[in-house]
């Protein structure tokens, strides 16, 4: 891209031939069959887990990396640029682990956290519903207290990692007249008895990533396994928002770049009509199109991981980010796929691929109607 980056510290860098290696030896000749099977293997989590990329910003003393957001955004970037999905490594360390590390007691922070950054237990966040979506408000699945325990049901849906999840972080309501001040964040062991996993759910793209129904019928967890205080898991929900929405962005960007620089290169070398499908108008029009937006998404998603790396990350700015950069990359990647014919409707082409797995972008995470909605408040 040619654009001079100076978000990333020298640690940072440094960290990065080690994603690269990863993700291009380990996992991207494995893309077909995780495809196939519909989930990323055991063994591929342990092997990140040796490599130390699982929970980089966890604190060492729990068996994380001890670093910062500057080393999550490295893997998110390298993992785009590698054109691999399956692997919910995003969800697992920096979406979940950091409500152990931030609101977990010291009890449950050594009890989960090592084996969470060996790769030996993985973690799913269970917070949409059927029928409730994004009103994290409006969840019905219940944590009734009894004695020293809760007594959990409910159902969940779109649940990533919902096959191969050991612990599930579960949104609940512990007070169902409370609204959202009756939300509250309770763990459960995928061994409890009334806990089960539902269908893979078949989705257009992200064929490796085994997002799946969770269904909870009288499942009793202690009260131990509650994350924070009763009632203040949606605040605690949404001090982690804004992290959860960048990386998403950070994800976007990278892809972004690295398509332009395949359909580049694909422009150049096919024929057509006598000449290059570069050699076109419409053709350089395009791209420098995509160029300019994959330039301007850069700059702001730069601007934003300092942001972030500084604690100054707002909802507003995260919801911006996520906004732009998703909605950027959906409408390049529609035209990057109509210059490559019908190649482009091919899943061996890395732009096609990129198509059908990037499109859950502008869903997960909040929609990009949710994200305009936080944007607007503050006009």
Not at 37 to 49: F, P, Q, S
Not at 55 to 69: L, M, Q, R
Request: hydrophobic letters at 40%.
């Amino acid at each position: 891209m040619h654009v001079q980056r100076t978000v990333f510290r020298d640690d940072h860098e440094m960290f990065r031939p080690t994603a690269q290696r990863f993700f291009q030896r380990e996992c991207a000749p494995r893309q077909a069959e995780w495809d196939k099977a519909g989930r990323v293997d055991r063994e591929t989590w342990l092997k990140a887990g040796r490599q130390g990329l699982l929970c980089v910003s966890i604190p060492a003393e729990y068996g994380g990396g001890g670093g910062d957001f500057g080393h999550v955004a490295v893997l998110a970037e390298e993992l785009a640029r590698a054109g691999v999905s399956g692997p919910g490594f995003a969800v697992h360390s920096d979406i979940v682990a950091p409500y152990i590390a931030r609101i977990g007691s010291e009890e449950q922070k050594e009890r989960w956290l090592p084996g969470i950054c060996a790769g030996e237990q993985i973690l799913a966040i269970a917070m949409s519903e059927p029928g409730v979506g994004s009103d994290l408000k409006a969840v019905r699945t219940s944590a009734r207290r009894e004695g020293d325990e809760y007594v959990i049901n409910g159902s969940k849906t779109f649940i990533t990692n919902g096959l191969n999840a050991d612990l599930i972080v579960v949104v609940c309501t512990t007070d169902p007249s409370a609204g959202a001040k009756g939300v509250s964040l309770i763990v459960v062991e995928a061994t409890r008895e009334g806990f089960r996993r539902g269908r893979k759910l078949d989705k257009i793209g992200m064929h490796a990533q085994d997002t799946a129904e969770l269904f909870f019928d009288d499942v009793r967890v202690p009260v131990s396994n509650r994350l924070g205080e009763e009632g203040k898991g949606f605040a605690y929900l949404m001090s982690e928002l804004p992290q959860e929405r960048l990386s998403i962005a950070v994800s976007a960007a990278a892809r972004l770049e690295v398509c332009l620089e395949h359909t580049l290169n694909y422009v150049k070398d096919r024929r057509a009509f006598g000449q290059t499908v570069w050699d076109f108008q419409n053709t350089k029009f395009k791209l420098a199109d995509i160029k300019a937006q994959a330039v301007a998404v850069r700059l702001m998603i730069d601007h934003y991981i300092g942001e972030h790396a500084r604690r100054r990350l707002t909802l507003e700015e995260s919801a911006i980010a996520k906004l732009y950069a998703t909605e950027a990359l959906g409408k390049a990647l529609d035209d990057m796929v109509q210059l490559h014919g019908g190649y482009g409707y091919m899943l061996e082409y890395p732009v096609a691929r990129a198509f059908v797995d990037a499109r859950v972008s502008r869903i997960y995470g909040g929609t990009s109607e949710v994200m305009r909605d936080l944007i607007s408040r503050k006009l």
